[in-house]
């Protein structure tokens, strides 16, 4: 039998504030390659995000986000700081408990060429993990800079520390590499791919996040994404090899 849900279900709307300034790039990325920072950005930038979805009737779940991001622009360098937390829970019960703390230094060598280097701290529960801990360092090159398509690489090697849930502990070495690419649609829209990838001799976990952006105004904007991370060979313990995200947002510039 078909289930019609609208007389039932109760939709708290998806919340979602951004302090990101829609003009100029997005602060560091601590997964891909993000493109520089425009020429007319300001020293010190932020982007603070809340989301909170409830649906109730036929299904009860919720789910709440939280990000918060600061960026220092100190040409040649760049600093950024990074929070995340995603919290979702269905019929009372938890079914996800996301953490990531991480920092990210730039050091642009050229207009095109640039250093990096990021240290990364991520909890998730049900993944397996009680936690991890990454380090990479690399070169990244800006392969496309214009108006309308910009592109950029990375790549490098790396360190993690895994403290897996059955109580054992593992150090790899990994191989890193990443791309970012933007495409501005219009003055009002935008565009954005991102891949990254992260090999050890255990496994290769890559993440994807694709993003459409359109402008309502000089201050908000619409933004759809749908984030994939892959686990090729997770622990035992692990619910599953594959998490998705998919938002809806709603970003104020300041």
Same mark, same amino acid.
């Given at each position: 039998?078909?289930?019609?849900?609208?007389?039932?279900?109760?939709?708290?709307?998806?919340?979602?504030?951004?302090?990101?300034?829609?003009?100029?790039?997005?602060?560091?990325?601590?997964?891909?390659?993000?493109?520089?920072?425009?020429?007319?950005?300001?020293?010190?930038?932020?982007?603070?995000?809340?989301?909170?979805?409830?649906?109730?009737?036929?299904?009860?779940?919720?789910?709440?986000?939280?990000?918060?991001?600061?960026?220092?622009?100190?040409?040649?360098?760049?600093?950024?700081?990074?929070?995340?937390?995603?919290?979702?829970?269905?019929?009372?019960?938890?079914?996800?408990?996301?953490?990531?703390?991480?920092?990210?230094?730039?050091?642009?060598?050229?207009?095109?060429?640039?250093?990096?280097?990021?240290?990364?701290?991520?909890?998730?529960?049900?993944?397996?993990?009680?936690?991890? %801990?990454? =380090?990479?360092?690399?070169?990244?090159? +800006? @392969?496309?800079?214009?108006?309308?398509?910009? /592109?950029? !690489?990375?790549?490098?090697?790396?360190?993690?520390?895994?403290?897996?849930?059955?109580?054992?502990?593992?150090?790899?070495?990994?191989?890193?590499?990443?791309?970012?690419?933007?495409?501005?649609?219009?003055?009002?829209?935008?565009?954005?791919?991102?891949?990254?990838?992260?090999?050890?001799?255990?496994? %290769?976990? =890559?993440?994807?996040?694709?993003?459409? +952006? @359109?402008?309502?105004?000089?201050?908000?904007? /619409?933004? !759809?994404?749908?984030?994939?991370?892959?686990?090729?060979?997770?622990?035992?313990?692990?619910?599953?090899?594959?998490?998705?995200?998919?938002?809806?947002?709603?970003?104020?510039?300041?």
């Amino acid at each position: 039998r078909m289930l019609h849900p609208l007389p039932t279900l109760r939709r708290t709307a998806f919340l979602c504030l951004a302090l990101l300034p829609l003009d100029t790039a997005a602060a560091d990325d601590l997964f891909y390659a993000p493109p520089p920072a425009s020429e007319d950005s300001e020293p010190f930038s932020g982007q603070a995000e809340l989301g909170f979805t409830k649906l109730s009737g036929n299904s009860n779940s919720e789910t709440l986000l939280g990000k918060t991001s600061l960026s220092w622009h100190l040409k040649p360098w760049t600093h950024t700081f990074r929070v995340e937390a995603k919290h979702v829970s269905s019929s009372g019960e938890t079914t996800t408990d996301k953490y990531l703390v991480g920092q990210r230094e730039r050091y642009d060598l050229s207009d095109d060429h640039y250093a990096f280097g990021l240290l990364r701290w991520e909890k998730e529960r049900f993944s397996g993990y009680n936690h991890q %801990v990454t =380090s990479i360092v690399g070169e990244g090159v +800006t @392969v496309l800079d214009g108006p309308e398509h910009n /592109l950029s !690489l990375e790549a490098g090697p790396g360190y993690r520390f895994d403290d897996i849930t059955a109580g054992d502990h593992e150090n790899y070495l990994l191989g890193y590499g990443a791309m970012d690419y933007r495409w501005q649609l219009s003055d009002t829209s935008k565009f954005e791919q991102q891949f990254s990838a992260e090999a050890t001799r255990e496994n %290769v976990i =890559s993440r994807s996040y694709t993003a459409l +952006t @359109v402008a309502i105004n000089a201050s908000l904007a /619409l933004k !759809l994404s749908h984030e994939i991370e892959n686990n090729t060979n997770p622990p035992d313990e692990s619910d599953a090899k594959t998490d998705t995200t998919t938002a809806a947002s709603i970003l104020y510039s300041f």
